[in-house]
């Protein structure tokens, strides 16, 4: 009975973490607080689910999976919105006004590099290159 109890208040607070990321979704300004908070959600929201079917429903091999699960989770979600973050920063997506310190355009000047404005890409030699069009290597032959 208690068990009960305290899996289904897990597994409610669960449901109300990912909840609140899903209003932060339509709610946050920008890429990179929007990817914070499903990044928040899927770890910890997934984390207290998995925990309170656990509660609910133990046995050890249960727990040994809810654990593992868990871990994967934690692991994935915080790996998986760090690259998502980065890589709507490489493409140019622009942080809401109230952002202030853009410490990889500051790493970037550190390092040498030159400061790029978002919203402005650097070209590469890839880029150059699809800039320069298709090739017709058959002309060649």
């Excluded at 790996?79 to 355009?105: K, M, Q, W």
């Amino acid at each position: 009975m208690i068990a009960t109890i305290i899996g289904s208040a897990l597994l409610i607070l669960g449901a109300f973490n990912i909840f609140s990321a899903a209003v932060g979704l339509l709610r946050l300004p920008d890429l990179y607080t929007r990817t914070s908070a499903i990044g928040t959600a899927a770890g910890l929201g997934v984390a207290f689910m998995i925990l309170g079917v656990v509660v609910v429903d133990f046995t050890w091999l249960n727990l040994l999976k809810g654990v593992l699960a868990i871990v994967a989770q934690l692991v994935t979600s915080a790996v998986g919105s760090f690259a998502l973050a980065r890589s709507g920063y490489l493409t140019g997506s622009s942080p809401a006004a109230i952002t202030v310190p853009d410490e990889l355009a500051d790493d970037a000047v550190a390092l040498g590099g030159a400061s790029v404005p978002l919203g402005d890409t650097v070209p590469t030699e890839d880029t150059a290159a699809l800039d320069a069009g298709p090739t017709d290597n058959r002309a060649n032959a």
